[in-house]
């Protein structure tokens, strides 16, 4: 497999054998890692990493995986990029400068640019339609979690079912013929253009994808309730009220949880998560009567929750995608 300088905008672009090549290097890296092997595969590399939005695990993985594997990492977070110079005339500059570019911000049409402009492989952090590393570190987690391939994984995914980790987890699910349900209310419309996409690539795969009001049916026998926040980065404040109300009966609860009928029903979060109140946002919100959380604490904290190894595999599987695409003899 050779996946030397392609970029990795969209899991739209890699198939089936490629994702699962991403996830068995992730898995070896990790391995490697944790047995003290030091990596080699980015010694003498350069990335750039923009962020137009904030993030913790995002940032920090790029960069503690590059230097993992000998490379080097510049977090540019106050460019002129879109604002004093375009767009094209920042990724020729950096692609100068740089072996590999990250972005993360509102506009997939932003990192494609810096794909076709800067010559260099281009990775999307985070834009308003999809979040391509979070679904791989998601995928590792439930091939470490669960005794079964992913193409016998039931996933649901409630709450905001229009938003770029859904998007991106979709993708994902239906490149290697998962069943995929989203979860949430009719008002909430997911981009015919991308369900018709994931429906064509499902039926291709063996998978299935299928969106739903219902609770319980939805449920059912799953083996993973993924959820994320209601009112995503960039979006307006004054959202939350509206989303809360329709959105709580899609709130993940114990007794969500155990409706699926499984103990081993995984509990999964991309982060961060309003699990209490300990956020100024969520408190803030609170006091103002709004109740923004998504997921009960108990349910967080459970021993089905593998929210924290999936932050963790944020690192192991964007480093797998940098060597692929950037790193020597990966
Ligand atoms: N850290 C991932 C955050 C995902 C969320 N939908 C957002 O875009 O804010
Ligand atoms: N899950 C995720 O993208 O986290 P950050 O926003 O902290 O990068």
């Not at 490697?32 to 962020?51: P, R, S, Y």
């Not at 004093?84 to 590999?100: C, Q």
């Not at 010559?119 to 679904?135: F, M, R």
């Amino acid at each position: 497999m050779n996946l030397k300088n392609r970029h990795f905008l969209t899991l739209k672009d890699y198939s089936k054998e490629e994702i699962r090549y991403l996830l068995d290097l992730a898995h070896q890296l990790k391995a490697d890692k944790k047995a003290g092997k030091i990596g080699q595969h980015l010694l003498g590399k350069n990335v750039c990493l923009i962020f137009e939005k904030t993030s913790t695990r995002t940032r920090c993985s790029f960069e503690v995986a590059a230097l993992d594997e000998g490379g080097h990492a510049t977090f540019l977070s106050n460019s002129q990029m879109g604002k004093k110079e375009s767009i094209e005339d920042t990724a020729k500059v950096l692609g100068r400068m740089y072996d590999g570019i990250e972005f993360r911000g509102f506009k997939q049409e932003t990192v494609e640019a810096l794909a076709k402009y800067s010559g260099v492989p281009v990775w999307n952090g985070l834009t308003d339609v999809d979040h391509p590393t979070q679904t791989l570190a998601d995928f590792l987690t439930i091939e470490e979690h669960l005794d079964k391939p992913l193409e016998d994984i039931k996933f649901v995914f409630t709450g905001d079912i229009r938003n770029n980790v859904c998007y991106g987890l979709m993708y994902g699910a239906v490149k290697m013929g998962m069943h995929f349900v989203c979860l949430g209310p009719k008002s909430l419309h997911i981009d015919p253009e991308v369900l018709a996409y994931c429906k064509e690539e499902a039926k291709k795969s063996g998978g299935t994808i299928e969106v739903t009001d219902n609770v319980d049916e939805a449920v059912k026998d799953a083996d993973v309730i993924y959820t994320d926040i209601w009112v995503s980065m960039g979006e307006d404040e004054s959202l939350y009220k509206p989303r809360v109300e329709m959105l709580s009966p899609y709130k993940v609860t114990q007794e969500m949880m155990n409706k699926t009928g499984k103990d081993s029903t995984l509990f999964m979060h991309c982060l961060p998560s309003f699990h209490d109140f300990e956020t100024t946002v969520a408190k803030t919100k609170h006091d103002e009567g709004i109740d923004i959380r998504e997921v009960e604490d108990e349910v967080f904290r459970s021993k089905n929750s593998v929210v924290f190894d999936e932050a963790e595999n944020r690192m192991h599987t964007i480093k797998a995608v940098m060597v692929a695409t950037l790193g020597k003899d990966a």
